[in-house]
């Protein structure tokens, strides 16, 4: 319950502040009560009563706009509206003994104050990109304050001498003076925000980021966070640099790789990064998300669609005598029949058949007429390569075809990342890889192989399902000029893989259409790419 708690107190607060900031602007707006201004005439200055109306005014406008940085849970707007509402009370009081306003101010301090633990995010102001929402709220206050005045000195002719005029009773040319405070601020902010720092662009992973990710990475099981050493991905840690997440943006989609690290920090990291996107009016997204994990995500109020299922293989059943084994002593029968070789490469001798590899890959790529992919896919670079064993299928001395290993921490899980096999390589030579690196696998003691992906397979077909999940199903079943959708898990049929979801987390609504198209053009490496290859 904590985390329902911590995050609906700002957001109250938020709409209180943003209120008390309303009234402030109606009060100054209004004319005052003629025998409080008399009273206050007999203790005070005519110049602190101005100047107090005008300075409320002011006030007024800046609980509008630190609104948005409570709800941010921003420590900075916690402090900043503390002094705001301090400076409301005061002048409420000077400039026409409005005790009703500095009233409802104080009650609002008090709930501020006993809130403090709830405001404990660093950040910026005005460094998020404001809501339109937010931003109509504001100028309906402001609008709707200027003609609560119109209307109330509407019986006040007009006179340049208004704005110099210095009264007791001068109601309407103190309204027209703190009109224009208020105009001039909303001015310096809108300057602010024209030559504030561009928005949010991804940085690449420095050396230190990727040492800190490793250790991270070395104390859990999934191979797949080896994709952070591609670095074309933000990355985010957590407050205790315990955990971390992977993530790209395209438009105004983030899209963040399963987080990475111990459970009892995942909740935080999440979090984190839900805050992250709304500095930047992103749209946070989890790709690829394991069903065992799902409930972390629902406690952000975000919802979930099926991607597919991801197959992995029991390597502890892979018996070659066996007679499920019969496929795969054929494959193996099948390279050493074509004079082809099969060995595994270890991390410190890639760099050394660099070369080699890259024309094997060269050739896949023209043979496909494809182009490299990312994000959540791995590409042919030489650095990222560097840190994983290789396996290399061999024919007449020459590389033929080659698959980088992903060895899971702890031996749990091993997958193969980048595949590519030459033009001329033996038929089927890539089952046949597989089923070398399945048997290397299990003699160096992994439990688990990992198949990746089979992207909308495992719908439960029903006319009384969501429509993602019959689309889906469709597209599985009549997608083939687009993906071989059937084709892909056929094939990894073939290794008896045990079969587990894997899910899209995003804030729900009519964005998901624009959620996928920004991830295959994250994948893709732009729009331009997805459409013309």
């Not at 191979?223 to 933000?234: C, E, M, N, Q, T």
């Not at 669609?305 to 054929?330: F, H, I, M, N, T």
């Not at 495992?458 to 969501?466: D, I, L, M, R, T």
């Amino acid at each position: 319950m904590a985390i329902p708690f911590v995050n609906a107190i700002p957001r109250v607060l938020s709409v209180i502040t943003f209120l008390s900031g309303t009234i402030l602007l109606f009060s100054g707006a209004t004319p005052a009560a003629a025998e409080r201004l008399a009273l206050l005439n007999k203790i005070l200055p005519l110049g602190i009563i101005e100047t107090s109306h005008f300075l409320g005014s002011l006030v007024g406008v800046a609980l509008l706009l630190l609104s948005q940085g409570l709800a941010r849970r921003l420590d900075a707007a916690y402090f900043f509206t503390a002094v705001a509402l301090s400076a409301g009370i005061v002048t409420s009081l000077l400039k026409g003994a409005d005790y009703e306003a500095a009233t409802i101010l104080v009650v609002v301090l008090l709930l501020l104050g006993y809130s403090r633990p709830a405001f404990n995010r660093r950040a910026a102001l005005f460094e998020t990109r404001f809501s339109a929402g937010w931003l109509a709220a504001v100028g309906a206050s402001i609008a709707v304050s200027i003609w609560l005045g119109l209307f109330a000195y509407k019986h006040v002719e007009y006179s340049s001498q208004l704005w110099w005029e210095f009264e007791l009773h001068g109601d309407a040319s103190r309204f027209l003076r703190a009109t224009v405070g208020v105009a001039i601020g909303l001015v310096l902010l809108t300057l602010t925000r024209l030559f504030r720092r561009a928005p949010h662009e991804l940085e690449v992973p420095t050396d230190a980021q990727l040492a800190k990710a490793a250790e991270i990475i070395a104390r859990q099981e999934s191979p797949s966070a080896f994709l952070v050493y591609l670095r074309d991905k933000g990355i985010l840690f957590d407050d205790e640099e315990r955990a971390f997440v992977m993530y790209g943006v395209q438009g105004r989609t983030w899209a963040a790789l399963a987080p990475v690290g111990p459970p009892e920090r995942l909740g935080s990291l999440i979090r984190s990064f839900i805050e992250r996107c709304d500095d930047f009016g992103g749209v946070p997204v989890f790709y690829e998300v394991p069903k065992e994990q799902l409930y972390r995500y629902a406690d952000f109020g975000l919802t979930f669609v099926k991607l597919g299922e991801c197959g992995a293989v029991d390597l502890s059943q892979l018996v070659l005598e066996s007679p499920k084994g019969a496929r795969y002593r054929q494959a193996l029968r099948r390279l050493e029949k074509q004079g082809a070789t099969f060995r595994v490469v270890d991390p410190g001798d890639v760099t050394g058949m660099m070369d080699r590899l890259a024309s094997v890959s060269n050739d896949w790529l023209a043979s496909k007429s494809a182009a490299e992919k990312g994000f959540s896919l791995g590409f042919f670079d030489a650095d990222y390569l560097a840190h994983f064993p290789v396996a290399v299928v061999e024919r007449g001395g020459n590389i033929v075809a080659f698959a980088s290993l992903w060895p899971g921490p702890g031996k749990v899980e091993l997958s193969l990342d980048l595949m590519r096999y030459a033009h001329d390589a033996p038929h089927e030579v890539m089952e046949s890889l597989f089923v070398h690196v399945m048997l290397w696998a299990r003699n160096e003691g992994y439990q688990r192989f990992s198949l990746g992906m089979a992207p909308l397979s495992g719908f439960e077909q029903s006319p009384v399902a969501p429509f993602w999940n019959r689309l889906g199903a469709f597209l599985y079943d009549h997608g083939g000029s687009l993906y071989n959708f059937q084709g892909l898990r056929a094939y990894k049929e073939k290794f008896d893989p045990v079969w587990e979801p894997r899910y899209l987390v995003y804030p729900g609504g009519l964005k998901l259409p624009r959620i996928l198209a920004d991830i295959a053009a994250l994948v893709a490496g732009g729009y331009r790419r997805l459409l013309v290859r």
